[in-house]
């Protein structure tokens, strides 16, 4: 495909195909998540769709299909580092999406946008409206939990990858970094398609446990504060 951007011999570009493929990519979406979710009402259709047209969102499916190695850039724009470009990415894969529905009409649109455009990321975000999580963001709960209990911070690292370049599958490890600054304990680990889905599984995971384990450990005290006062009240 060719950039974003004319080159310097005039080669012209795919805003047409772009815009295209944006309206195409709102439709197909909005389409599958009425289908899928019927429990959903307008507003968490509309945050969850948002959250998949993104540009973010479209850069990483692109990466993931390996877009960036099939742009044909000028030199300027090759040394330029356009070819990783997210912003590039993600209008090369709408223009993608256009090409899709003009050759083949809405069932390969369909097609594609369920396996990469939506896959895991549905589950995950639908995880997230159920627990009242800021869409498409456990790692900033996680985050913002962390430091509210004056713990440390999280990093994340890639620990493994597997599978071929067209079905990757990344296996993130999260941590808590100290204020020495060393990476200790090992908060959960999660798994993804991408590097963002995998650290968003393992920021989920975390959560999850760090919040279980408050429950539990309130639980606790509030059961020895129950018994003391028993002891203060018996005759």
């Known amino acids: ?28 979406v ?20 948002a959250q998949l047209v993104s540009r ?13 190695s099939h742009l044909r850039l000028s030199r300027g724009e090759e040394k330029g580092g356009l070819r990783r470009k997210s912003t590039v990415l993600s209008n090369s894969m709408e223009a993608v999406l256009g090409a899709l529905w003009l050759d083949g009409g809405m069932e390969p649109v369909r097609a594609f946008v369920r396996r990469w455009v939506m896959g895991e990321a549905v589950a995950q975000l639908a995880e997230e409206l159920r627990v009242g999580a800021a869409l498409g963001n456990f790692k ?20 493994s990858e597997s599978g071929p370049d067209h079905h990757k599958r990344f ?25 963002k889905i995998a650290e968003q599984d393992a920021a989920r995971r975390a959560l999850e446990r760090l919040k279980a384990a408050a429950r539990k450990a309130g639980a606790e005290a509030a059961i020895e504060l129950s ?5 203060r009240i018996e005759p």
Do not use: C
């Open 56 to 68: 973010q969102h479209m850069a990483e499916v692109g990466a993931a299909i390996g877009l960036g």
């Open 1 to 28: 495909m060719e950039s974003v951007q004319a080159d310097a011999k005039g080669v012209g570009d795919n805003e047409r195909l772009e815009f295209l493929g944006d309206a195409v990519l709102g439709l197909v």
């Open 30 to 49: 909005a389409e599958a998540l009425y289908l899928l979710h019927p429990e959903w009402h307008e507003g968490d259709l509309t945050r969850v769709r």
């Open 140 to 159: 900033s709960a996680l985050q913002e939990y962390l430091q509210a209990s004056r713990v440390g911070a999280p990093v994340y690292r890639v620990k």
């Open 171 to 195: 296996l993130v490890e999260v941590r808590l970094k100290t204020a020495e600054g060393e990476p200790g304990k090992q908060l959960a680990r999660g798994m993804g398609s991408t590097k």
């Open 227 to 231: 018994a003391e006062e028993e002891k």
